[in-house]
T-cell receptor
Framework: DVKVTQSSRYLVKRTGEKVFLECVQDMDHENMFWYRQDPGLGLRLIYFSYDVKMKEKGDIPEGYSVSREKKERFSLILESASTNQTSMYLC?????????????FGPGTRLTVL | AQSVAQPEDQVNVAEGNPLTVKCTYSVSGNPYLFWYVQYPNRGLQFLLKYITGDNLVKGSYGFEAEFNKSQTSFHLKKPSALVSDSALYFCAVSQNSGGYQKVTFGTGTKLQVIP
């Protein structure tokens, strides 16, 4: 089974802090994604990566950056956390073969910024 | 641009009754359609997908979905609901965008199965 793990289930940070959310997948997937989930808005894509050191902006990248130094690890960075970044953050991965592939999700990190 | 709509925020159904969770989509080309389920405090789990072929797709936990091109719909169905089916359900649509399949998720429908 594919396993996607996220470093924290719950996180509380203060406004202005630098926050790191880590995601690791164990199935050698090329593609990795970061979403935020908010009630009534569904999932919105923040960034994705299709290879090591490669990244692309999603729909809402402002206030976030990412890092992918190794194939299995994709980090989301909040440079200076703000209260409007309080949300559930979901990491996902899938292979980039020619097939149409579903995404495999981690359990999520619920971030609260005070 | 692609989009997906889930018109119902919540669906209530009695245990043992059939359930339907609605989804409509908009894409410029051929759609790839997905359903995911999210149990409380968990990530999303894949249920089923439509790529091409038979319009009725069967998935996990007894769920199925019907692709209707003329109505641009992909409704999720189950003949007999269980209390354990209570969860948040997301419809998603994608199409190839270069080498990457851009996926757009709906806003989610909360399914409540009443004992």
């Amino acid at each position: 089974d594919v396993k996607v793990t996220q470093s924290s289930r719950y996180l509380v940070k203060r406004t202005g802090e630098k926050v790191f959310l880590e995601c690791v997948q164990d199935m050698d997937h090329e593609n990795m994604f970061w979403y935020r989930q908010d009630p009534g808005l569904g999932l919105r894509l923040i960034y994705f990566s299709y290879d090591v050191k490669m990244k692309e902006k999603g729909d809402i990248p402002e206030g976030y950056s990412v890092s992918r130094e190794k194939k299995e690890r994709f980090s989301l960075i909040l440079e200076s956390a703000s209260t409007n970044q309080t949300s559930m953050y979901l990491c996902a991965s899938n292979p980039s073969s020619g097939r149409v592939n579903e995404q495999f999700f981690g359990p999520g990190t619920r971030l609260t910024v005070l | 641009a692609q989009s997906v709509a889930q018109p119902e925020d919540q669906v209530n159904v009695a245990e043992g009754n059939p359930l339907t969770v609605k989804c409509t989509y908009s894409v410029s080309g051929n759609p790839y359609l997905f359903w995911y389920v999210q149990y409380p405090n968990r990530g999303l789990q894949f249920l089923l997908k439509y790529i091409t072929g038979d319009n009725l797709v069967k998935g996990s936990y007894g769920f199925e979905a019907e692709f209707n091109k003329s109505q641009t719909s992909f409704h999720l169905k189950k003949p007999s609901a269980l209390v354990s089916d209570s969860a948040l359900y997301f419809c998603a649509v994608s199409q190839n965008s270069g080498g990457y399949q851009k996926v757009t998720f709906g806003t989610g429908t909360k399914l409540q199965v009443i004992p």
